[in-house]
């Protein structure tokens, strides 16, 4: 995985104007040159993602941050150096390299070191940033492996990076640094808790799309199945039913309410570690897709640490959806 010559032909593929899917240890991403607006108009036309959504820039390490915005706050630079590289998002004021393509016309530009060798080799061999948002088309699942990608977006990509499965598995924590207050617009991989700690005050998660964040879209990580949120402990009850009027049901099974003889057309056993769930979400989302389910009948985990952001994903889910 991630061969020196993979490297290297990805980053000419990149200075080329190209697209490269690449793993990362949140999601694969589809990315392009942040800084030609050609190669960044090409992400939005193969996502099928509307031109005014931004885009995360993400480059090699936390020193090179400067580059890439107006200034950089003080807050903003102890959460660099506490979870970079990692499933960090920071917002910040656009500097002059990025062009307003990738910001969607934002005079924000949002900003990450992404924790995973292969992402980071490439960076480094390319030497400038690489806007991408996740490899997938607007509002569907988020890919999590290279055969994701491939079975999803196939020829639109010019070059694609497998780094096996992404470790993490849900998107980055995006955190809002322009203002006085730092706040989550979207919750990910770094938990509202270990940024807490760092910040040594409350967060907020504000709900309302202030700014624009496709993640804030109702409809968002969908699959083609509906997705159903039931209490936990209604989910077998409930699939049942649907699956009785003639539904093909795929149920979340929570872990603390396993009953294997659930009659079902398809069955996920929820892991029991939180980080095993998030790793696994998008994966249970493709497989019930695959096997034919028309339904998915699911709970949402308590709603902290990593269970915020599988829960934010499970509601965008089962979000109003515009007719496809
Ligand atoms: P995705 O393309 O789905 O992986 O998501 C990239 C995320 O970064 C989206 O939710 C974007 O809206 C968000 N984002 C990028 N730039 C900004 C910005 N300037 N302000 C707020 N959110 C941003
Ligand atoms: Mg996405």
């Not at 799309?209 to 879209?217: K, L, M």
């Amino acid at each position: 995985m991630g061969r020196a010559s993979d490297i290297e032909r990805a980053a000419e593929v990149l200075r080329a104007g190209g697209l490269v899917a690449l793993p990362t240890e949140t999601v694969y991403g589809l990315g392009a040159n942040a800084e030609d607006p050609a190669a960044v108009a090409r992400i939005f036309q193969v996502k099928g993602r509307p031109p005014s959504h931004p885009l995360i820039v993400h480059i090699a390490a936390a020193e090179h941050l400067d580059d890439w915005v107006e200034s950089v706050p003080a807050t903003a630079r102890l959460l660099a150096a506490h979870f970079w590289p990692g499933p960090l998002t920071l917002v910040l004021r656009r500097g002059h390299r990025v062009p307003l393509e990738a910001t969607g016309g934002l005079e924000t530009v949002a900003v990450r070191v992404p924790d995973h060798p292969v992402a980071l080799a490439l960076l480094s061999a390319f030497g400038g940033g690489v806007t991408a948002p996740s490899a997938n088309r607007f509002g569907s699942v988020s890919p999590t492996t290279a055969v994701h990608v491939r079975t999803e977006l196939g020829h639109a990509v010019d070059f694609v990076l497998d780094g096996g499965a992404c470790e993490v598995g849900v998107e980055s924590t995006i955190v809002d640094v322009t203002g006085e207050i730092p706040s989550i617009l979207r919750p990910g991989g770094v938990t509202r808790e270990e940024l807490e700690a760092v910040l040594g005050r409350s967060i907020a998660v504000p709900s309302a799309s202030r700014v624009r964040v496709p993640g804030q879209h109702p409809s968002h990580y969908a699959p083609r199945a509906r997705v159903v949120l039931v209490e936990p402990e209604k989910v077998v009850a409930e699939a049942e039913l649907a699956q009785g009027l003639g539904h093909k049901v795929g149920v979340f099974l929570p872990a603390s309410f396993a009953d294997p003889a659930v009659k079902a057309h398809a069955v996920v056993s929820v892991p029991d570690s939180i980080s095993a769930y998030a790793h696994g979400l998008y994966g249970f989302l493709r497989e019930l897709d695959q096997q034919g389910c028309d339904l998915i009948i699911a709970s949402l985990p308590p709603e902290e640490g990593l269970g915020l952001a599988i829960a934010n994903r499970l509601r965008r889910a089962a979000g109003p959806r515009p007719s496809r």
